[in-house]
């Protein structure tokens, strides 16, 4: 096995190019690993955000040999081709400096979704209470889990082709939400997705259900939206 790596990193903003780096190999290396021994030791100019090293905070999401990835969970030996390696920022995102990219419009979208939660109680009032076993739960249970990492907005051609559609983060809180009783914002929300950048824009090719490093289908979530939007405007609700 070749002992160095020979990496390309994008350095610059959107009219950027690829810069090319030599790094030693090292056993159980991650891609984060590389980056960060190329920003120490050969390049301290090198712009990248990373936090928790460990798959909990998403903020190391990058573009890795084209496909968008957490770097600290992505092993060098399981991504390279033969010695290579080549380092991007996310897609579909606007590029702040080099591998950091800008993500106030991933999140403006989830706000555009409604999608945080609007619940009736105060702190005052008992707890309410919701049964683990309902279908309800169990359905806002399967897209609970995202860390909003962008992975999923990255790899959504849809993204790409219609900057103004709501993407697969922001459909899947939507959805997660929709699903909590105690949550008293639902036909606002429904409204907020069923439009023309929502939940029907979707063409349900699955990207982002294939690549969640938490293993979330928001393609399943987006589909449960398409059918509770349509049964709400069949009643007049919408």
């Avoid at 009783?181 to 069923?194: F, K, N, W």
Wanted: charged residues 25%.
């Amino acid at each position: 096995m070749n002992r160095n790596l020979k990496v390309k990193v994008w350095r610059g903003g959107a009219d950027g190019d690829f810069s090319k780096y030599e790094v030693p190999r090292q056993a159980s290396q991650t891609v984060l690993d590389v980056i960060t021994y190329i920003q120490r030791r050969l390049e301290p100019s090198l712009s990248y955000r990373f936090s928790c090293r460990v798959g909990v905070c998403g903020s190391c999401a990058m573009t890795v040999n084209g496909i968008a990835r957490w770097t600290c969970r992505t092993h060098v030996a399981k991504v390279v081709e033969g010695d290579t390696l080549e380092v991007a920022p996310l897609s579909n995102l606007p590029v702040i400096k080099d591998l950091a990219t800008d993500m106030a419009e991933f999140f403006d979208k989830w706000a555009r979704a409604k999608g945080s939660f609007r619940g009736s109680k105060t702190r005052h009032d008992e707890f309410a209470r919701v049964e683990p076993g309902s279908l309800e739960r169990m359905a806002a249970n399967a897209g609970i889990e995202c860390i909003g990492c962008g992975v999923c907005y990255a790899s959504c051609d849809l993204v790409s082709w219609r900057p103004d559609y709501l993407g697969p983060a922001a459909l899947n809180r939507a959805w997660t939400l929709v699903n909590d009783i105690r949550d008293t914002g639902q036909i606002e929300r429904l409204r907020a997705v069923a439009g023309d950048a929502g939940c029907h824009a979707c063409h349900t090719q699955g990207s982002c259900s294939e690549r969640c490093p938490k293993a979330i289908e928001p393609t399943a979530g987006i589909s449960g939206l398409k059918r509770l939007a349509a049964r709400r405007a069949m009643r007049g609700e919408l």
